[in-house]
């Protein structure tokens, strides 16, 4: 099986100025990257972040590369290629391989991505789908989780909550939108929203030494929020604040960055939902008093 998909793999991949010697021998060669490297890994495994009965392994696929863009996007970045690791079950792999790189390959045409090779195998368990995603950004000009300070906006992009209604198998990384921050604004921390917007918020709050006080009623609720609101018991803030897979920016700068940016037209809605403070915790502003608001997200284990 592996001889034959390689071939198949050899066929489909574009060649990239990014790598030099990509499938087929025993390690890629890649071009350096100018500035400095980026690189992240995700894993998605079946039962845990998608359902192989339920969900297109096409949109598996595609899901696998976009997750890692969305980090690369976090971290302010660019990305160049990829490693692809496929643990296939061993009933049907040739096929479950196929659909599967069918949506690896439309992402990575989309976006320009290199794929510089990867490794196959197969074995008495789920389908499991490894990404390794290298990209590059500027020296020293990384976004980080460690940088917001008192004072700074708090800016989340696009609208959140209820994206297990199937917007986590299409996520859109906001990898131009890093970059129109970059190149208008100061940006002091950044995180994307991978387990919930309050998860994800006060982990970089504790990366910074610092606390939010929000403006909850500003967050930006998706219409799939309140769709899936209709059927769960649970509001659509509910949603919105844990609900996990939304894979938009928190980003956070100084207020005068953050109000320059209202006359700017960006690649995706940017909205402040409040300022980071030396307090610690997240705290909602609530007609003049703060209330302590509890963290929740999205928790990936199998059932």
């Not at 008495?124 to 990404?131: E, M, R």
Request: hydrophobic share 40%.
């Amino acid at each position: 099986m592996e001889h034959s998909f390689l071939a198949y793999l050899r066929g489909r991949c574009r060649k990239l100025a990014q790598v030099t010697v990509g499938i087929g021998d025993d390690a890629s060669v890649l071009e350096p990257a100018t500035g400095q490297q980026l690189a992240c890994v995700d894993q998605i495994i079946d039962g845990v972040d998608f359902l192989s009965d339920e969900h297109s392994l096409t949109d598996v696929g595609y899901k696998s590369v976009a997750i890692n863009l969305s980090d690369i996007a976090a971290m302010g970045g660019r990305p160049t290629s990829i490693l692809v690791t496929l643990s296939l079950p061993s009933q049907n792999s040739t096929q479950v391989a196929g659909a599967v790189y069918e949506g690896i390959l439309e992402a990575a045409e989309e976006f320009n991505l290199s794929i510089a090779g990867g490794d196959i195998s197969t074995y008495d368990g789920p389908l499991a789908v490894s990404i390794t995603l290298l990209g590059s950004v500027d020296r020293d000009q990384a976004f980080l989780r460690s940088g917001a300070k008192e004072g700074d906006a708090i800016m989340v992009s696009g609208a959140v909550g209820g994206s297990l209604r199937g917007r986590h198998l299409r996520p859109i990384p906001r990898l131009d939108l890093a970059q129109q921050l970059r190149q208008s604004v100061e940006v002091t921390s950044a995180i994307d929203i991978s387990d919930g917007l309050s998860l994800d918020l006060d982990r970089l709050c504790a990366a910074s030494g610092v606390g939010a006080e929000l403006d909850t009623e500003k967050i930006p609720v998706h219409q799939d929020a309140e769709l899936l609101s209709e059927s769960s018991g649970r509001t659509p803030f509910q949603h919105a604040w844990s609900d996990g897979e939304d894979f938009e920016l928190l980003v956070t700068m100084s207020q005068k960055d953050a109000d320059s940016l209202a006359a700017q037209e960006l690649d995706a809605p940017l909205t402040q939902i409040g300022n980071i403070v030396g307090r610690t915790g997240l705290w909602q502003r609530q007609q003049g008093k703060l209330k302590r608001l509890s963290p929740q997200g999205y928790i990936h284990e199998s059932s």
